[in-house]
């Protein structure tokens, strides 16, 4: 039995996962990565557009700070987000950029004096200011008051990997690659490390670690149609499931983000829309603005996606062999603009449409994009229910996002998770909770089970076929879990889900070898997956409300009154097959921004019984501390300055603190 | 438009060194698509014809740089290739220079690990940042600039298409020197000329270039490799000769 020991474990080598692992090798622990790929291929790379947070130093920044960002988070999560986690973020969020900053990403910069920039389809002449000359620029993104988007053309997430990952170099933290954690060892109450495969030979490890920090990513790849990279298969959060102890969240919250080119699913950035492009139809009609007049195209995800759909059903979509779609116009961007800012939207369209937006429309439907749920965590990152386990980035529901994502959100979380959970899980390990007490006749115990079990799958009479199992799930999750969303169907989806889960156990293997082997790692990891796409339609059949991303045309309105909280979703025998859900309220008499309107998308809402009275209370709170500096009026709405690590306390500076 | 879809051969090397298995060319058919890419064909050899093909795709997008493979006998990302593009034969080989895990999957992190601990392909500075002050400037043409070079995506195509490589296994390849003229233009890196003479100033550094820029032909970024090592070369002969 191989047994490998370290001080911190982390599970997956993207942004959120590296960064953690920065952290805690920076207060002296011992790391080890595991990533299923080189770090710089993990999907952090895809993000394009880029990475909020309110420095404040454009022209159409101007103003922004920490409430700002916490408001639009709020309203773009639908209020299902938690709000404390959402204040500890937007505080740390310009600490996040002016580290990666420093560490070597190079941000776009303001340049003083007058810019040509096209906002709601005019051109229109912006003149940045001369303090800000050389400071980080900042986009347009949806659902936001301000120009708050950080970017690096539209390789933002590529440059943040890189300079990240190259951090995780200096430190000299190892990264197994081509590894994959098949399942967490713990006792119950304890996780101790995890059984580990190594996809290259085969060999099964036991990595036994004092702190275990899952940062796998979403788990888009349970849809056919996605944006995600092929390795975003939510092993990392299944294992966490399969513990029967720790907690999945809100999995029926997915985001469809409305512009991959159709039909590969190739996203193309939110920046297109930010800097000006526009959403037309199949007679050239920019249709946005007659649903969406306020915020047009640069409404949130989920209500453009959903008006898209909305629009493709009444007819106006361009018909081809492989279905419907709609055009993103940014021709009007111009080629300086697009060349230069928008290079990866171009190279993408060259390689996959063989067009060239400067002068073509490119064809866009909604697709499967982000997980907002996932791993459910405190808000320092450790995991409900099991001891020593963490999660950060994409794959936990940390519960910043709610029921929808705000673009620029998410590399943001990874960054910022990855921040304090490092820190976390170096006060754990430090601390006497962080001891090692496992046995390695527990360890043994776990190693042989997951031998088990492929040995199984490799040796045993199953017949079922691994891929034509996963091309089904992943058809029932396109087709009847998507945008928009019916309890008949979403019952379907639950019981063809089911009846999959249950073939899945009879799969069979042609190719017999131990080590490299796909077709073994398409049979295990479905078996899991499958687990992930119950938790997501079960939950969504349960939800009888439409808040966020989560639409339900047989319960249209958010009904705060019966569904202000969160599903948690545990797992707890191999043969069960279906989760077992649980909620949790969310406080409204704690929220600093208590439920209302979005300012986009529907008017409907359900009220809360104790809506209105907190609404009252905020706004005496308000008034009685009418001449404090908003830190003060703040702390007095909901504190949250002691779930902010010593490493990140202080007030961010902006330009116009000299001055005010 | 109403001819019948081509039928395609992927003529692709396949080998198990693991398995002590000599490699060898296997044919599979499939029915082209529109749009069809190699990672659609290769995806589908997998599920119908062979599940037991390796290969290493990623993003599918372009942007990871997994994929890398010989196509047609030229470096390249098969996700981006679209089967329109070639004959109705195409031949798939894995990367030459990198160590082979199985038919086209090569272990490029193993490579690139060690060219980021080589070369330390990270900021030098003794500054610590303090992150709630604002931050310092930076001119937004050299951040552009920097950028350009920051685009590298780590797929291997430049290193299997680089001549000097099939000689000289320790030289540092395009990707190696780009990294070097990134850090170079970058001022929040504190490193001399000096120093990076003592990383590239020798024959498997920027000397060791045979200037053939099989790497410039082949890189899927499009980026300024010939004029990068050009340049770094004259920098690291001014230090040379001081």
New interface residues.
Partial sequence: MRIVYTDVLVVGGGLAGLRAAVGARRRGQDVIILSL??P????S??AQGGMQAS?GNTFKGAGDNEDVHFEDTVRGSDWGCDQEVARLFVHAA??A???L????V??????AGPRQVVMDGQHVTLTEPDAS?????ARDFGGTKKWRTCY??D?TG??ML??VS??A??ERIP?H??TEAVALIHDGTRCHGAIVRDL??GELSAYVAKATCIATGGFGRIYRVTSN???NEGIGAAIALETGVATLANMEAVQFHPTTIF??G??VTEGCRGDGGLLKDASGHRFMPDYEPEKKELASRDVVSRRMEEHIRAGHGVKT?FGDHLWLDITLLGAQHIN?KLR?VK??CQ????IDPVKDMIPVRPAQHYSMGGIRTDAAGQARGLAGLFACGEAACWDLHGFNRLGGNSVAETVVAGMIVGETMADFVESSAGELQVSTALVREFLEREQAKIDTLLHGNGTENA?ELMRRMQDIMTEKVGIFRRGDLLQEAVDELQALLLRSRKIG???K?A?????LVTAYRLQKMLKLALCVAYGALQRTESRGAHFREDHPRRDDAGWLKRTLATWHDDFQTLPTLAYESLDVTRMELPPGWRGYGAKNAIEHPATEARVAEVATIRSAFGHADRYTVQQALMPFDHLVPEA?R??????GDETS | MSTSPRILTLRVLRS?P??GEAPHWEDFRVEEA??M?LFLALTEV??RLA????F???????????CGMLIDGKPGLAC?A?TRDHGSTITLAPLPVFEL??DL?VN???W??GT??RL????H?E?Q?D??????????EL??A??EL??C??CGCCVAGCGTLRMREEFVGAIGLNKIAR?RL?P??ERSDEDFYDLIGDDTGVFGCMSLLGCHDVCPKGLPLQTQIAFLRRKMVAVGLK
């Fill in positions: 790929v080189p710089k291929r993990s999907h790379a895809a420095l310009p600490q950029v002016r580290e900053a420093a560490w070597g190079p941000w776009n910069r303001v340049k000359h050389g400071l980080i620029a690096v053309s390789g590529h440059a890189y300079a190259d951090q170099v200096a990264v690659e081509r290259v030979t990279a092929l390795i039909p590969a190739i996203l062999r230069g990866e190279e993408i390689h996959f449409l063989g891929s293997i042609g190719t070898r080590g490299a082997n796909p077709e990140f202080g007030r961010n500076a902006r330009p | 198990s693991a398995e529109e749009g890419t997998r599920e599940p037991s093909l390796q290493d795709f990623v993003c599918r997008a372009g942007i990871c740089g997994s981006c679209l895990i199985g999957s490029t992190g193993k690139m690990r980021a601990e330390e392909t990270w900021i500075s500054a940042p992150l709630t002050a604002v931050e310092p400037r930076m001119e937004p951040a552009e920097i950028y920051d685009r995506i780590e850090f970058d929040r890196d």
